[in-house]
Antibody, heavy 122, light 107 residues
Framework: QVHLVESGGGVVQPGRSLRLSCAAS????SNWIMHWVRQAPGKGLE????????????HYAASVEGRFTISRDNSKNTLYLEMDSLRSEDTAVYYCAREGYSSGFAPCLDTWGQGTLVSVSS | DIQMTQSPSTLSASVGDRVTITCRASQSINSWLAWHQQKPGKAPKLLIYKASSLQSGVPSRFSASGSETEFTLTISSLQPDDFATYYC?????????FGQGTRLEIK
């Protein structure tokens, strides 16, 4: 069974940085496009970023472009999200998710991790 | 960005009821629509992709239809496990966007 486990969340001050990790298992991680999606407390889902299997293509939401960097290490079956210049509005549960289907232009997410909470507060 | 609007925001129903949730897109997304179920404190779970295709392992009481800008998710006979929040998601193009969610609660 496909398994995604996020880690690295915590409390961080505004303006600081944090790196999230997502460990993948039970599937061929290197063959799959991966994404990060977040959910602010009591709110809906917001797609954050996506990365192709070979890291050549990356996409970002406008709200994080220039501050967040998505990357992966296929040798470690791990997805990352480096978050810089954090703001209070970045407070959310961050999920990693696998792109199970595609329109050819954008992803349908078929498997999600359990999430890790990031709280940006002074 | 494509805006996704779900209705209703909250739906009260009883076990055994048939319920329908609607999702509207601000522009045509062809059939590139998914439905996800989320329970409190849990990760979302994919139910439907490409507007009407049932994800493997999802019970057949879930069905969906629609195209272009109007889509529906129907649960034919509500089970206790179905009380959750449901989100539609468009994947016609980036950025991926979600509806605001429909909370299905027990009447």
């Amino acid at each position: 069974q496909v398994h995604l486990v996020e880690s690295g969340g915590g409390v961080v001050q505004p303006g600081r940085s944090l790196r999230l990790s997502c460990a993948a298992s039970e599937f061929s991680f290197s063959n799959w496009i991966m994404h990060w999606v977040r959910q602010a407390p009591g709110k809906g889902l917001e797609w954050v970023a996506g990365i192709s299997h070979d890291e050549k293509n990356k996409h970002y939401a406008a709200s994080v472009e220039g501050r967040f960097t998505i990357s992966r290490d296929n040798s470690k079956n791990t997805l990352y999200l480096e978050m810089d210049s954090l703001r209070s509005e970045d407070t959310a549960v961050y999920y990693c998710a696998r792109e199970g289907y595609s329109s050819g232009f954008a992803p349908c997410l078929d498997t999600w991790g359990q999430g890790t909470l990031v709280s940006v507060s002074s | 960005d494509i805006q996704m609007t779900q209705s209703p925001s909250t739906l009260s129903a009883s076990v055994g009821d048939r319920v329908t949730i609607t999702c509207r897109a601000s522009q045509s997304i062809n059939s590139w629509l998914a439905w996800h179920q989320q329970k409190p404190g849990k990760a979302p779970k994919l139910l439907i992709y490409k507007a009407s295709s049932l994800q493997s392992g999802v019970p057949s009481r879930f069905s969906a239809s629609g195209s272009e800008t109007e889509f529906t998710l129907t649960i034919s006979s509500l089970q206790p496990d179905d009380f959750a929040t449901y989100y539609c998601q468009q994947y016609n193009h980036y950025p991926v966007t979600f509806g605001q969610g429909t909370r299905l609660e027990i009447k």
